[in-house]
């Protein structure tokens, strides 16, 4: 069972990073393409970034690349978003989310989900 916590969101200024953590508690997400959305207040939830299984093939949106970052952990169970020159546009609530579909470029089924965590720019 696919049960995805994050962490590592907080309050930062522009210009600095942030590296957020998905944990798969349940130690199956390498059998999943993998996705990290963020959704600000009065916004349509965004697709940032996705892996596929083998992590060999990624997909960023164009908001973000360049500056992010999206990797499988060595333990398997773990997925990155390493984010680098934060904006103050950047300010909003980061999930990661599981899929059983391959990686498509623009396109997420997030099958799964995690609670969200909060990341602030301030600027």
């Known amino acids: 069972q696919v049960q995805l916590v994050e962490s590592g969101g907080g309050l930062v200024q522009a210009g600095t990073s942030l590296r957020l953590s998905c944990v798969d508690s349940?130690?199956?997400?390498?059998?999943?393409?993998m996705g990290w959305f963020r959704q600000a207040p009065g916004k349509e939830r965004e697709l940032v970034a996705a892996?596929?299984?083998?992590?060999?093939?990624?997909y960023y949106a164009g908001s973000v690349k360049g500056r992010v970052i999206i990797s499988r952990g060595n333990a398997k169970n773990t997925v990155y978003l390493q984010m680098n020159s934060l904006k103050p546009e950047d300010t909003a609530v980061y999930y990661c989310?599981?899929?059983?579909?391959?990686?498509?470029?623009?396109?997420?089924?997030?099958?799964?989900w995690g609670q969200g965590t909060q990341v602030t720019v301030s600027s």
């Open positions: 989310a599981a899929s059983n579909d391959r990686l498509r470029v623009g396109r997420f089924q997030g099958d799964y």
């Open positions: 349940g130690r199956t997400c390498s059998t999943y393409t």
């Open positions: 892996i596929s299984r083998s992590g060999s093939s990624t």
